[in-house]
């Protein structure tokens, strides 16, 4: 079993930064981020693998980098260039393997909520 709390989240004006972390209670392999924004479906933001190699979703292609600490078990989201469509509950997942689909994530966390004002 596998515990993931995410933190970071905040409210920011357009243009603005965050950086999000997600903490492992566990050694962490495939991971990724997600998100939720009010009345849609949730959809996937950026995954890194167990050797580093990251995918981004085409909305945040050079605003986003996903990285992780394999000596913390931490998994960090650096959202750069912040936009109102960007807001969203924003979720880690992690599996042991790779995932095909967000929905082969075994473990979730609870979400830490993003709010972009223009």
């Known amino acids: 079993q596998v515990q993931l709390v995410e933190s970071g989240g905040d409210s920011v004006q357009a243009g603005g930064s965050l950086r999000l972390s997600c903490v492992a209670s566990?050694?962490?392999?495939?991971v990724g981020w997600f998100r939720q924004a009010p009345g849609k479906e949730r959809e996937g933001v950026a995954r890194i693998d167990g050797v580093g190699t990251t995918t981004y979703a085409d909305s945040v292609k050079g605003r986003f980098t996903i990285s992780k600490d394999n000596a913390k078990n931490i998994l960090y989201l650096q959202m750069n260039s912040l936009k109102p469509e960007d807001t969203a509950m924003y979720y880690c997942a992690e599996d042991e393997y790779y995932c095909p689909s967000q929905r082969d994530f075994s473990y979730w966390g609870q979400g830490t909520q993003v709010t972009v004002s223009s």
């Open positions: 566990t050694r962490i392999y495939y």
